[in-house]
């Protein structure tokens, strides 16, 4: 039978520590967050589980017993919490994440007393599990710092181009690329949302550190990335990367305007409401994607000028109807084509005169390609 309570001296001083936290990143480790759920939301590593000690209410119960009556008070009520079938339960739920995932590694937000006494409980039964040194703090400060110093390090290609072009299918065929958009969860534009919910922050900031900090492991010195402004959809490109990246060189994207609807209609139309059927289902899917559209589309009302905007609407709520009552897409030409060629062409073209850099090469999502993959800065 496990013990229901541990104080501070009873943990035991020679279960696994682990330090490597390049390694951790490097080669994808299991992690265990045992943090409460509210801190795995505010922040977390790609790939992590959160099976937590304790659950907000707990937590919340026991820090105010800590500021309270102290630590070793604190301890107590939170084994009074957690006890029985309650920490049981947890227990076992810990062992199958050991049992599926024997090479990982547990963490609490300093790797301190929380991670110690899930370390415990699971010694207790019959499990040695490795805690990660100064946890998720340490990683965190360890992300940061690789971030700040490879961004500065790194050489960029800004892959520049209008709407539709195929800028993101240019990033997705290179090896020595960051698909910011995709990490991001969001394409960039106001009709950029996906079915999936943006990731936080941090949890943007550190998957694109661990991203940036493979490559560079790989001796990759020159990264192409998409032409992102400040903000991806609620995710902010960090202010280093877009400072390094203000300065870099471009390469420019061309496609004929039939070829660039055509992409939009892929991408936008066709996938995304595949997304949202295979999400919601059939009728719930659309009534969602619908509103998608019709939302993104009215949150350009001002810069479109209202006329516009309502011929614009027009078109969009006649194709959705159409595709609703027959499954073709086709009409959405009618709306995507005029919002392109009016709206979106003349903003990119005036946002790429306003860049005081060198474009390396311009020419086809595949001639780019072919040049980037080539290419050997000097």
Known sequence: MMSSSIRITEIPRNLPLYTDLAAIFLSDTPMLDV???????QGAFPGAVNIPLMNDAERHQVGIEYKENGQQSAIELGHNLVKDEIKQARVNAWI??????PDGVLYCFRGGLRSQIAQTWLHEAGVDYPRIAGGYKAMRQFLIQKLETISRQSRFIVVGGLTGSGKTDVIHALQASIDLEGLAKHRGSSFGGMVENQPSQIDFENALAIAMFKLNHRGVQCLAVEDEGHLIGRCAVPLVMR????????VWVTGQTQERVQRIQRDYIYNLHEDYVRAFGPITGFERFSAHLTRSLFNLRKRLGMQRFEKLNQLL???????????????HVSWIEPLMVEYYDPMYEYQRKQRDVPTLFEGSADEVIEFLRQYQPA
């Open 243 to 250: 400072e390094q990246t203000s300065k870099s060189p471009m």
């Open 317 to 331: 709520q006649q194709a959705l109807q159409i595709q609703q009552e027959t499954s073709e897409h086709a009409q």
């Open 35 to 41: 943090r409460a759920p509210v801190e795995f939301n």
């Open 96 to 101: 199958e994440f050991t049992r599926q995932h």
